[in-house]
T-cell receptor, first 114, second 114 residues
């Protein structure tokens, strides 16, 4: 089945550690996105990539980094510079621009900083 | 600038009764509007979208929404709630023809009582 796979589903991290969240899609989509979700806050865009080897910052990119070496993969690294990293992280993809609104989402990764 | 306001953070209905989730938007240009649903600890799924055609939009699982430009609203409705409808719902706006971001509302949690 086609879809987006995020791993791990749950992750615990000590303060000061970097952590990488995986996102893989087999939908042959060109564009991929990372969102952060906090309770009662909706979703906020961290980074997005519309083509391999290129990506752009979203609204809250500070403390995060990404790479897009393959069309299928868009990993997100939460660095120690991120002040409040505990959140639910969602990866999404589509074949158009972001403002087309039709996104396909993974099931998310919940990061907790101890 | 565009924005979206979901007027209720929590709505509770009884099974078999109508559902109304309210959304107001602000946009300088012609907006596209969307409703997404999120079940606990899952990703988001597109319910329906409005992009400029018919103002009454039908989606999956019996949901529909009406675009009312004069009221800047895009309320989500369903004639008869089912237990499986219990989830969080997000109203989303984007500006067509721009490279702009999607703006997510803060979400409305729908509870369905037996």
């Amino acid at each position: 089945d086609g879809g987006i796979t995020q791993s791990p589903k749950y992750l615990f991290r000590k303060e000061g550690q970097n952590v990488t969240l995986s996102c893989e899609q087999n939908l042959n989509h060109d564009a991929m996105y990372w969102y952060r979700q906090d309770p009662g806050q909706g979703l906020r865009l961290i980074y997005y990539s519309q083509i391999v080897n290129d990506f752009q910052k979203g609204d809250i990119a500070e403390g995060y980094s990404v790479s897009r070496e393959k069309k299928e993969s868009f990993p997100l690294t939460v660095t120690s510079a991120q002040k409040n990293p505990t959140a639910f992280y969602l990866c999404a993809s589509n074949n158009g621009q972001l403002n087309t609104g039709e996104l396909f989402f993974g099931e998310g990764s919940r990061l907790t900083v101890l | 600038a565009q924005s979206v306001t979901q007027l209720d953070s929590h709505v509770s209905v009884s099974e078999g009764t109508p559902v109304l989730l309210r959304c107001n938007y602000s946009s300088s240009y012609s907006p596209s509007l969307f409703w997404y649903v999120q079940h606990p600890n899952k990703g988001l799924q597109l319910l329906l979208k409005y992009t400029s055609a018919a103002t009454l939009v039908k989606g999956i699982n019996g949901f529909e929404a009406e675009f009312k430009k004069s009221e800047t609203s895009f309320h989500l409705t369903k004639p008869s709630a089912h237990m499986s409808d219990a989830a969080e719902y997000f109203c989303v706006v984007s500006e067509r023809g721009s490279q702009g971001n999607l703006i997510f509302g803060k979400g409305t949690k729908l509870s369905v009582k037996p």
